[in-house]
C-alpha cells in the first residue's frame, strides 16, 4: 500500500508542470465565466438580465399578498406587479422563499442573490479543494478551478437560477451525512428540494445508504411548508398540489433533456414525463442497490446524470453534473491512466464549453451530452464495482 501511494506521489510530481498550467487556464475561464454571471446578475437591465430571478421575485411577492400566484384570479392581479407568466415551482419552494426572497425591492434582491451565491461557490470550493487535497496543493486547486470553470455556473446566473444554491445546499448535506447528523442533514434535504428536478434524485442515494431519519425529514418539511403555504394564500392543501401538478406540462415542453428528444417523435408531453420518470426510477434503484457500499460521491455522481438526463432541464442545470466531474476527477488521481484521464476530459468538454459554442451544434450536441454522460456514469460504476469486489476477493 506504501508503495502504491510513493508511485501515484512520482507520477504526481513529474506532471506538476502541466497540472500547474492547466490549474491557470482553468482558473482564468473560471474568472471569465463567473465575473460575466455576476455583472449580468448585478447589473444587466436588458428583459434577459437575471430574468428568472425576478421572475421568482414578482412570484413572491404574491405569497407576501396572500395569493397563490399559479392560482390567480383577475381580481387578484396587482397593478404593481403585474400579472405572472411564469411557473413549474412547487408549492413548498414559496416558504424557502421567504428567505430566498426577503420583502426587498427586486434591485435588492439582485445583490443579495450575488451574496447567496458567492457563498454557494465558496461551498463548492471548498469541497473541490477537499477531495482534491489528498493528490496535493495543486491537484486541490486543479479541482476547484475545474468545477468554477463549468460554463452553466455563468448562465443560472445570467438567469438568476438556484443551481449553484441548491448544489451548495446538496454538498452541505454530504458533509451532514459524513458526520452522521442525519437529522440537520434531511431539513437542507428538503431546502434544497426548492428545484426537485436537480435535487430530488438524491433522494434515492440517501435511501441507499439507509439514512432512512434524513429522508424523512425531508419529506416533513416539504409537506410542512405546503401545508404553511396552502394556509398563507386561504387555499386548501388539494388545490396547490394540483396547481403544481397543472404547472409540470409548462416547464417540460422546452427543456434540454432526452424529455424534449423523446417528444420530437411526436409522443406527447404527459407520457414523455410518466415514460422517463420510470425508467428513471427503475434505473436508480437498481444502479443503487448495486453501490450499496460505494462512496456517498459515487452516489451523488449517480443522481446527478439521473436527474440531468432523465428529468426536465434547460442547459443552465448542467452545472447539477459537478458530482460527476469531481468524482471521475478522484478516480482519474487515485488511479491515473490513459482511459481515466480521456473519460473526465470528455465530460469536461461538454460542461467546460461557452453556451455560444454548444448551440452551434444544436441539437445534436444535447444528444452527444447526454451519451458522454452515460457512458461516463456506467464507467464510473463499473471501475466502483471492480474495486468492491477486489476488497472482498
Not at 510513493?6 to 465565466?33: C, D, E, G, H, R
Not at 442573490?113 to 477531495?131: D, E, K, P, W
Not at 396547490?240 to 411526436?266: C, H, P, T, W
Request: with cysteine; net charge positive.
Amino acid at each position: 500500500m506504501r508503495s502504491m501511494f510513493l508511485n501515484k506521489a512520482m507520477i504526481f510530481a513529474k506532471k506538476q508542470p502541466i497540472l500547474s498550467i492547466l490549474t491557470l487556464i482553468f482558473a482564468w475561464l473560471a474568472v471569465a465565466y463567473l465575473a460575466k454571471g455576476f455583472y449580468t446578475l448585478a447589473f444587466d437591465s436588458s428583459p434577459s438580465g437575471a430574468r428568472d430571478l425576478l421572475e421568482r421575485w414578482q412570484e413572491q411577492q404574491y405569497i407576501y399578498l396572500g395569493i397563490y400566484p399559479y392560482r390567480m384570479n383577475p381580481a387578484d392581479i396587482n397593478a404593481e406587479l403585474g400579472r405572472i407568466r411564469s411557473g413549474g415551482y412547487p408549492p413548498w419552494a414559496f416558504l424557502t422563499g421567504f428567505f430566498m426572497f426577503p420583502p426587498i425591492s427586486s434591485t435588492l434582491t439582485r445583490f443579495y442573490h450575488v451574496f447567496l451565491n458567492l457563498i454557494s461557490l465558496g461551498i463548492l470550493s471548498r469541497f473541490a479543494y477537499q477531495l482534491g487535497l489528498p493528490f496535493g496543493r495543486m491537484a486541490a486547486y486543479f479541482f476547484v478551478f475545474t468545477s468554477l470553470a463549468i460554463s452553466s455556473n455563468c448562465t443560472t446566473l445570467n438567469n438568476g437560477q438556484y443551481g449553484l444554491i441548491v448544489n451548495a445546499l446538496l454538498i452541505i448535506v454530504y458533509w451532514l451525512l459524513q458526520a452522521n447528523k442525519n437529522y440537520l442533514a434531511g431539513v437542507f434535504m428538503g431546502i434544497a428540494l426548492v428545484k426537485p428536478n436537480i435535487s430530488a434524485p438524491y433522494l434515492l442515494s440517501l435511501v441507499i445508504k439507509r439514512k432512512f431519519k434524513t429522508v424523512l425529514l425531508a419529506f416533513v418539511y416539504i409537506i410542512s411548508a405546503t401545508f404553511a403555504i396552502a394556509h398563507t394564500t386561504r387555499l386548501n392543501f388539494e388545490k396547490v398540489i394540483g396547481s403544481f401538478l397543472n404547472q409540470i406540462k409548462y416547464v417540460a415542453d422546452d427543456g434540454v433533456s432526452s424529455i424534449n428528444i423523446i417528444m420530437k417523435f411526436g409522443i406527447s408531453t404527459e407520457i414523455t414525463l410518466v415514460l422517463l420518470t420510470t425508467i428513471g426510477l427503475v434505473l436508480g434503484i437498481v444502479i443503487f442497490q448495486k453501490l450499496q457500499h460505494t462512496s456517498l460521491l459515487t452516489l451523488f455522481a449517480c443522481a446527478a446524470v439521473i436527474g440531468r438526463v432523465f428529468t426536465y432541464h434547460r442547459p443552465y442545470d448542467d452545472l447539477m453534473l459537478v458530482f460527476l466531474l469531481l468524482a471521475l476527477l478522484t478516480l482519474a488521481f487515485s488511479y491515473p491512466s490513459r482511459l481515466n484521464i480521456i473519460i473526465v476530459s470528455l465530460v469536461g468538454l461538454t460542461l467546460w464549453l461557452p453556451l455560444s459554442i454548444q448551440n452551434l451544434a444544436s441539437p445534436y450536441w444535447s444528444i452527444f451530452q447526454n451519451t458522454i454522460w452515460l457512458i461516463a456514469l456506467v464507467y464510473l460504476l463499473v471501475n466502483s464495482w471492480e474495486r468492491e469486489n477486489n476488497a472482498d476477493d
